[in-house]
C-alpha cells in the first residue's frame, strides 16, 4: 500500500467486523498527505495476503473491495451523502475526504470519540485527546440534533450547564416554555440538597397549533463514554425525576432518547436493523454516530427558518471545528 494512505492504524484484516472495517477506511483517509485511499493499492495489498495466489488470491480481494464498497454506500445512505465526509472521485478508484460543512465535522467528531480506548483499527500511536470540555460539547451538539429530530426547542439541561445555572432554576425556566407541568418550588424532603441534572442531559419538545400544550416531548441521556448501555433513562428514572421534581407532573407522555457518538456491537448475526430494534426497545428513541449529523444539519436549519425557537448548544460548532482540526493534524503526523 502507498505511503498516502496509513500511519497509525492497524494493518489490514479482512477479519475485522464491517463497523471496523468501515472506520479503517475513513480513518486511512484521515491519515493521509492526500486526505485519500486508494481502492487499487488496497486491493493488491488484500491479493498478497494469506496463503491464496493465483486466480484466487484474485478473487478474494476482488470480493474483499466489493464488501469494503458496499460498507462506505451504506454509511453515505445512513448518514446522508450531504453530512457524509467522505466521496468517490470521479472515476471510483479512491475514497476522498470531502470539503466539511458542520454536518460532516460531527461525523469525524463522532468517529474520533468512538476510539477513545479501543485498539482493533488504531494502532495506539495516536489517541483522541479527550477532556471534559469535549464531552460537553457531544453534549451541545446532541442537544442541537434532538431539535432536529422533535422539529422543535431543545434544552441542554446536562450539568454543568452553559448558562450556570441551578438544577432548580433550569428546572422552572424549561417548564415554562413547555407549558406543561409544574416543578417544585424547593426540593421536597428526602431528595439530594444539590442536584445536577438527575440523569436528564436534553429537553426536547415540539409544540401544537391549537394548544399550548407540546405535541412532542423528549427526554434524553448524552453518553460519550463506553459504559453508555447501562444508561438508559427509560422506565424508572424519567418516572422518578417526574415524581421528586414536580407539583404537576407533564401531561404529554415522555419519550426516552439515548445519544451516543460510537457504532455498536451486532450480536449473534443481527443486521444493524436488527440490533438497532433492541436498542430503541431499550434507550427509546436512539441517536449514534450515523444518525446525529443528519439531525444536527436539521436543528440548524430550523433555527435559521425559526428564531422564536429555543435551540441550545450551537455554541459548541467553533470548539468541535477546531478539535477536530486538531486531531486530524495529530493523527496524520503519528
Given at each position: 500500500?502507498?505511503?498516502?494512505?496509513?500511519?497509525?492504524?492497524?494493518?489490514?484484516?479482512?477479519?475485522?467486523?464491517?463497523?471496523?472495517?468501515?472506520?479503517?477506511?475513513?480513518?486511512?483517509?484521515?491519515?493521509?498527505?492526500?486526505?485519500?485511499?486508494?481502492?487499487?493499492?488496497?486491493?493488491?495489498?488484500?491479493?498478497?495476503?494469506?496463503?491464496?495466489?493465483?486466480?484466487?488470491?484474485?478473487?478474494?480481494?476482488?470480493?474483499?473491495?466489493?464488501?469494503?464498497?458496499?460498507?462506505?454506500?451504506?454509511?453515505m445512505l445512513r448518514v446522508g451523502v450531504e453530512n457524509y465526509p467522505f466521496e468517490y472521485t470521479a472515476d471510483g478508484n479512491r475514497l476522498v475526504l470531502k470539503e466539511l460543512v458542520d454536518s460532516s465535522v460531527v461525523y469525524i467528531f463522532c468517529l474520533l470519540l468512538s476510539h477513545t480506548k479501543r485498539d482493533d483499527v488504531l494502532n495506539g500511536s495516536y489517541t483522541p485527546n479527550i477532556d471534559d470540555s469535549i464531552r460537553r460539547s457531544f453534549q451541545g451538539c446532541s442537544t442541537v440534533a434532538a431539535a432536529g429530530l422533535v422539529q422543535g426547542n431543545a434544552i441542554w439541561f446536562g450539568f454543568p450547564r452553559p448558562d450556570k445555572s441551578g438544577f432548580l432554576a433550569k428546572l422552572r425556566s424549561t417548564y415554562e416554555l413547555i407549558c406543561d407541568g409544574t416543578p417544585v418550588e424547593v426540593a421536597i424532603a428526602g431528595t439530594s440538597p444539590s442536584?445536577?441534572?438527575?440523569?436528564?442531559?436534553?429537553?426536547?419538545?415540539?409544540?401544537r397549533e391549537d394548544t399550548a400544550l407540546p405535541a412532542y416531548y423528549m427526554l434524553a441521556q448524552v453518553a460519550s463514554g463506553n459504559n453508555w448501555d447501562v444508561k438508559s433513562i427509560k422506565g424508572q428514572p424519567i418516572h422518578t425525576f417526574?415524581?421528586?421534581?414536580?407539583?404537576?407532573?407533564?401531561?404529554?407522555?415522555?419519550?426516552?432518547?439515548?445519544?451516543?457518538p460510537m457504532l455498536f456491537?451486532?450480536?449473534?448475526?443481527?443486521?444493524?436493523d436488527q440490533q438497532l430494534q433492541i436498542l430503541f426497545a431499550q434507550f427509546g428513541q436512539f441517536l449514534y454516530r450515523f444518525s446525529i449529523p443528519r439531525y444536527y444539519r436539521r436543528g440548524l436549519r430550523l433555527a435559521a427558518d425559526n428564531p422564536s425557537l429555543v435551540i441550545e448548544g450551537r455554541e459548541c460548532m467553533p470548539g468541535i471545528a477546531q478539535w477536530v482540526t486538531d486531531e486530524r493534524a495529530k493523527l496524520s503526523a503519528a
Open positions: 500500500m502507498t505511503r498516502e494512505t496509513i500511519v497509525p492504524l492497524n494493518n489490514f484484516s479482512e477479519d475485522l467486523q464491517d463497523h471496523d472495517l468501515g472506520d479503517w477506511m475513513e480513518l486511512s483517509v484521515l491519515c493521509s498527505a492526500a486526505h485519500s485511499l486508494s481502492f487499487p493499492d488496497l486491493q493488491r495489498l488484500i491479493g498478497i495476503m494469506g496463503e491464496d495466489d493465483g486466480e484466487d488470491a484474485d478473487l478474494r480481494a476482488e470480493e474483499t473491495i466489493q464488501r469494503l464498497n458496499e460498507i462506505i454506500q451504506d454509511r442536584p445536577k441534572d438527575e440523569e436528564i442531559d436534553i429537553i426536547a419538545w415540539s409544540k417526574h415524581r421528586n421534581w414536580f407539583n404537576t407532573v407533564p401531561a404529554c407522555e415522555p419519550q426516552a432518547a439515548m445519544f451516543m456491537p451486532l450480536y449473534t448475526g443481527a443486521t444493524l
